[in-house]
């Protein structure tokens, strides 16, 4: 009985990470899945998400403050980043750009945050209603983690409903598969694609949010996450929301496994995946050799 | 011995059989065209030989040793050269130096880091060369996207032949090319391959630029065989003709 | 060649015309630059993006420091040593990387330097963890020299080292092999297609930029006599590509002048103002959007068509 409530507590605690990575992983599939960009920035997002949240929270003491506010604020800062910027350099003959131009938008966002919020990690809190601990089997774990399996549920549920219900999710589907035709159509692709980039930041913002009560908000979170969301869009396959969510799934389960049993490795461990993962597929994102 | 021979080529996408069974067997000297309607396979069938694709079945043989799923590269280096339907050249470099790239892969020492004047001296002799037969010398300094498309698709040639192949593979070369540009190509081409015993496998829509060059006829529909033999007997064949103008009967 | 000896002849009477405290920022300077170059093989001959050379760099120094403290080898041998030992780790790293293209290349890179860093925590008994490695000596030999323990002696042993590292790399990418790399990047499936194997042309590219690399690493643990982790964190290399691209990749030159560039201009403006590297990010990022060639791709080009004017 002792193994499995211990394997239980083990599997949902794979959940709630899968939840997170679920929320950044998301974005960066759809991104990529519409313009064919790589934003190596997403990571930062999710580290300027986390900030923002902290701000957010300590102004109004609210965490659900937090959860509303940073999606918005970094979602329209993403916006026009992607309507400023990114959109000089579609279409350029040599391919890169995009990967210098998001990796200079990593190292710049890096840098804001150091000046604006200090170098200290800072603690947000989950609010009140959601300290404490469930009992299964047995073992306690955290109601935090419930939460955030649950927000993971929902939000994949909401997305899911979204691109297939919708008519701005059909246009997101149309577009990532022929812009050309949809733009023959009258559709305007440039609002399009800003308004996927602002949902891909909003989403990895979110997921910073979460994020931060487990693991503070500091310097360096977004370097992990984003080795962590490529290795799941290569696994769920480029521009591909059910990849991103099998992905988080297999990689969450991946990580809390090795964790447990290679914890001497934990910092290395992603690294070691990726590097698993790209030897059995180079092709990566697209699945064959570009 | 056939220079090149293929035996029961098989490729699939997805559900769709793209090349079913094809087999056919090219001489050393003869100038075979492989026609056949839009989606016939034509193009899959070069992927297979070169290489590019893999055959879910079937052999390749080239001068009597199999080929079959080598790296791209290597069959390159066993002596066939091929163009590409979608011309590619480097575009940014000289046509000279597309071309005496294309001469510098048959060369051992290209790996050289130190002393390369002499590799860069052969190199350049057989590029001028091929440029000559192409005539396109008065254009070598050239940038290569600056060349009008009939010149970059006989660029493309003139660095086939500057791999000095024994197998020359030549996908839809006067593709896009204007009525007075394909009578030049034609001409070029009919120049160069009288002398000499290079082969040729041609892949070619226009039916006069076929009956012009080639001494034998290939025919596919939907993926196989089903006409092959020299152009008069083609010409007549009455399959060939349903295949082409959908004639009942 | 002429030029190239005024650069040598200038750099030559560098260390009697300016301060010694200028020196020392000189000399940091040519060792990025060497750096800064040495990328440039991978990112502007081949373009393969590499978002991990600093794992170069950190081999390089880790390598020599350790050499230089425990075996108290020659300088000048535990230079050639550490840049050996670069070499050698550089084959398997280049073999698995080049399996894969753009993203997947630079990621794995990243991955790779990623792990660097990572080891070093792990193995702190070995390489001081989080402190690093201090106290890096300078040993003299082989035949009892020891110019290179001073000041000025130090700035000719990389003068040389930058000079040389020049001159071999614009041998190579002038060569037969370096035309191949122009076809590589011009047109990789049609290079292929021409037989040419490009896989073992790209790993030889990485291994040689790695060993440019570890040699620029190297030359920094003698110089600053000690080797700290950051030599491996992914803002060392998101630095050195940042001067690549800002000097102007492909160019050799271009990348040692963004390091020169760069160095210089942080260190007047790090005394004066905490936004250093957010100016630093910003000014990378309009070269990407404005100006992709770089200052000395631009300067190149404003020759060419000066040229074709007159």
Request: hydrophobic share 55%; glycine share 12%.
């Amino acid at each position: 009985m002792d193994f499995v409530s211990f394997a239980l507590t083990q599997c949902l605690s794979a959940l709630s990470q899968a939840a997170i990575l679920f929320f950044v992983a998301c974005g960066l599939t759809l991104i990529f899945g519409i313009m064919r960009v790589v934003n190596f920035a997403h990571g930062v997002i999710f580290m300027l998400g986390a900030y923002v949240g902290y701000t957010a929270a300590r102004i109004s003491g609210s965490f659900i403050a937090a959860l509303i506010v940073a999606p918005i604020v970094v979602g329209i800062a993403g916006i026009a980043f992607e309507r400023l910027l990114l959109r000089h350099i579609y279409g350029r003959r040599e391919g890169g750009s995009d990967l210098l131009l998001t990796f200079g938008l990593a190292v710049v966002l890096s840098e804001l945050i150091r000046l604006a919020w200090g170098a200290q990690p800072l603690s947000l809190p989950a609010p009140e209603p959601l300290l404490g601990a469930l009992f299964i089997l047995g073992q306690p774990f955290p109601v935090y983690r419930v939460f955030l399996i649950a927000l993971g549920v929902v939000a994949g549920i909401g997305v899911w409903q979204f691109l297939e219900r919708t008519r701005a999710g059909l246009l997101i589907r149309a577009v990532s598969q022929n812009p050309e035709m949809v733009h023959a159509l009258g559709v305007d692709v440039g609002l399009v694609r800003s308004g996927v980039f602002g949902l891909g930041c909003a989403m990895a913002a979110l997921g910073g949010v979460l994020a931060a009560p487990l693991l503070t908000a500091f310097l360096g979170m977004g370097t992990n996450i984003v080795i962590d969301a490529f290795v799941i869009v290569i696994i769920g396959g480029m521009g591909s929301f059910l990849g991103s969510v099998i992905g988080s799934v297999l990689v969450a389960f991946v990580q809390v496994i090795g964790t447990y049993y290679f914890a001497e490795l934990a910092l290395a461990f992603m690294y070691l995946l990726m590097l698993a993962v790209l030897i059995v597929r180079p092709g990566g994102l697209l699945g064959k050799e570009e | 011995m056939p220079l090149l021979e293929c035996r029961g080529l098989v490729r699939r996408f997805g559900a769709l059989v793209a090349v079913d069974g094809v087999s056919l067997a090219i001489e050393p000297g003869e100038i075979r065209a492989v026609i056949g309607p839009n989606g016939a396979g034509k193009s899959t069938v070069f992927n297979l030989i070169t290489s590019t694709l893999k055959p879910h079945a079937g052999e390749v043989f080239f001068a009597g040793e199999e080929i079959t799923g080598l790296p791209v590269h290597r069959v390159a280096q066993m002596g066939i050269a091929r163009t590409f339907q979608r011309c590619h050249v480097f575009p940014a470099l000289s046509a000279r130096e597309n071309v005496r790239i294309a001469a510098q892969a048959r060369d051992v020492r290209r790996w050289r880091f130190f002393g390369g004047r002499t590799v860069v001296a052969a190199s350049l002799a057989v590029a001028d060369e091929a440029l000559e037969q192409l005539r396109l010398t008065r254009h070598a300094g050239m940038r290569a996207d600056m060349l009008s498309h009939g010149d970059q698709r006989l660029l493309e040639v003139a660095m086939a032949l500057a791999q000095k192949p024994r197998l020359l593979m030549l996908d839809e070369p006067t593709q896009g090319l204007s009525i007075e540009e394909t009578d030049r190509a034609v001409q070029t081409l009919r120049g160069m391959l009288k002398k000499g015993d290079l082969s040729v496998l041609l892949v070619e829509h226009d039916m006069e630029v076929v009956f012009k060059l080639a001494d034998s006829i290939t025919v596919l529909h939907r993926g196989r065989v089903i006409a092959d033999g020299a152009p008069d007997v083609v010409k007549t064949n009455v399959e060939v003709r349903r295949a082409y103008l959908g004639e009942s009967g | 060649m002429i030029r190239f000896g005024i650069v040598a002849i200038v750099g030559a009477l560098v260390p009697f015309a300016v301060p010694q405290y200028a020196l020392t920022v000189i000399v940091a300077a040519l060792i990025f630059g060497l750096f800064a170059m040495s990328l440039d093989l991978m990112v502007g001959y081949c373009r393969l993006f590499s978002f991990g050379h600093a794992a170069a760099y950190g081999l390089g120094a880790y390598s020599a420091g350790l050499i230089l403290i425990h075996w108290k080898l020659p300088l000048l041998i535990g230079i050639a040593l550490a840049v050996g030992i670069t070499v050698l780790v550089a084959i398997p790293i280049a073999w698995i990387c080049t399996r894969s293209t753009g993203v997947s290349f630079a990621m794995l890179t990243l991955a790779f330097a990623q792990l660097g860093y990572a080891m070093l925590f792990r193995f702190r008994d070995f390489t001081g963890g989080s402190d690093g490695i201090a106290g890096i000596p300078r040993p003299p030999g082989p035949f009892g020299m020891d110019w290179f323990q001073a000041r000025n002696g130090y700035y000719f042993l990389v003068l040389g080292c930058l000079l040389g590292s020049y001159l071999l790399c614009r041998a190579i990418v002038r060569s037969p092999f370096g035309a191949v790399l122009a076809g590589i990047r011009e047109n990789e499936a049609k290079t292929v297609a021409l037989g040419y194997n490009t896989r073992a042309y790209k790993i030889t590219t990485v291994v040689l930029s790695y060993g440019f690399g570890g040699l620029a690493g190297a030359l920094y643990a003698g110089f600053a006599g000690y080797a700290s982790p950051e030599l491996f964190f992914w803002l060392t290399s998101g630095h050195v590509l940042v001067m690549v691209v800002v000097g102007g990749a492909g160019t050799l030159v271009g990348p040692i002048l963004g390091a020169v560039f760069f160095v210089f201009l942080e260190h007047q403006l790090s005394q004066v103002t905490d936004l250093w590297p957010l100016a630093f990010g910003a000014i990378f990022m309009a070269f990407v959007l404005l100006a992709p060639q770089g200052i000395w791709g631009f300067l190149a080009r404003v020759r060419k068509d000066s040229n074709a004017a007159a």
